[in-house]
T-cell receptor, first 113, second 114 residues
Framework: RKEVEQDPGPFNVPEGATVAFNCTYS??????FFWYRQDCRKEPKLLMS???SGNEDGRFTAQLNRASQYISLLIRDSKLSDSATYLC??????????????FGQGTTLQVKP | DGGITQSPKYLFRKEGQNVTLSCEQN?????MYWYRQDPGQGLRLIYY???????QKGDIAEGYSVSREKKESFPLTVTSAQKNPTAFYLC?????????????FGDGTRLSIL
C-alpha cells in the first residue's frame, strides 16, 4: 500500500461547480498535512496546511479525519484558473524519516467553461 | 525577492557523463531537499540536508551525489551510474525547525538523455 494515495482523476467539472478530492495515508502517527497545487510543467506551490479542526481559505476548505486517516480538499465555485494537479502531502514518522514530506501522486482537475 | 533558484531549466546528458544541477536559496532556510518527479508520479526524495556540511540519503539516492558547503547552496550531481536520469528535478527548502514544515520549491530542471 502506498503511504499517500490519491485518485489521479482527471476530474472534469464545469465552471462554478463544487469539487472534492480525498487522500488517504497509511501512517497513523503522521503529524502534518498539506495540499499543494502544481500547474503543468511547473513546481508545486503550497495551497494550504490542513489542521485537525479543519480550515478554510476563500473557496478552499481542507478537512482532516485522523480516525479514518484521510484528508479532503473542497473547492467551491470552481474557476478556470483552478485547473491544475493537487498534491496531498503528509509528514513521515519514524526514526530517520521523522518530519520528511511524503507526496501523493496528485489529482488532476480540469475546469471547463 | 527571496526565493529558490534552480539552473539550468533544461539540461541534456550524454551517456557516461556526470552533470550537476544548481540550487541556490536566499530565504535563510536551514533545510534543503532534492526531489525527482516522473510523469504521472509523485515526488520522490533523493537527498536532503538539515544543516551545512551534513546531508542524508532519501529514498532514491543511488546514482546521485550532493554537497552542502554553504547554507544557501545544495547542488545535485547526476552521475553516470544513474541509468534512468530523464526526469523533472525539484529543489526545495524549509526553515529552521524543518520538521513538519511546508517546503518551498524552485522552478525545476528538466534533464534528458541525448
Amino acid at each position: 500500500r502506498k503511504e499517500v494515495e490519491q485518485d489521479p482523476g482527471p476530474f472534469n467539472v464545469p465552471e462554478g461547480a463544487t469539487v472534492a478530492f480525498n487522500c488517504t495515508y497509511s501512517n497513523s502517527a503522521s503529524q502534518s498535512f498539506f495540499w499543494y497545487r502544481q500547474d503543468c510543467r511547473k513546481e508545486p506551490k503550497l495551497l494550504m496546511s490542513v489542521y485537525s479542526s479543519g480550515n478554510e481559505d476563500g473557496r478552499f476548505t481542507a478537512q482532516l479525519n485522523r480516525a479514518s486517516q484521510y484528508i479532503s480538499l473542497l473547492i467551491r465555485d470552481s474557476k478556470l484558473s483552478d485547473s491544475a494537479t493537487y498534491l496531498c502531502v503528509v509528514t513521515a514518522i519514524g526514526s530517520s524519516n521523522t518530519g520528511k514530506l511524503i507526496f501523493g501522486q496528485g489529482t488532476t482537475l480540469q475546469v471547463k467553461p | 525577492d527571496g526565493g529558490i533558484t534552480q539552473s539550468p531549466k533544461y539540461l541534456f546528458r550524454k551517456e557516461g557523463q556526470n552533470v550537476t544541477l544548481s540550487c541556490e536559496q536566499n530565504l535563510n532556510h536551514d533545510a534543503m531537499y532534492w526531489y525527482r518527479q516522473d510523469p504521472g508520479q509523485g515526488l520522490r526524495l533523493i537527498y536532503y540536508s538539515q544543516i551545512v556540511n551534513d546531508f542524508q540519503k532519501g529514498d532514491i539516492a543511488e546514482g546521485y551525489s550532493v554537497s552542502r558547503e554553504k547554507k544557501e547552496s545544495f547542488p545535485l550531481t547526476v552521475t553516470s551510474a544513474q541509468k534512468n536520469p530523464t526526469a523533472f528535478y525539484l529543489c526545495a527548502s524549509s526553515p529552521e525547525g524543518w520538521r513538519n514544515q511546508p517546503q518551498h520549491f524552485g522552478d525545476g530542471t528538466r534533464l534528458s538523455i541525448l
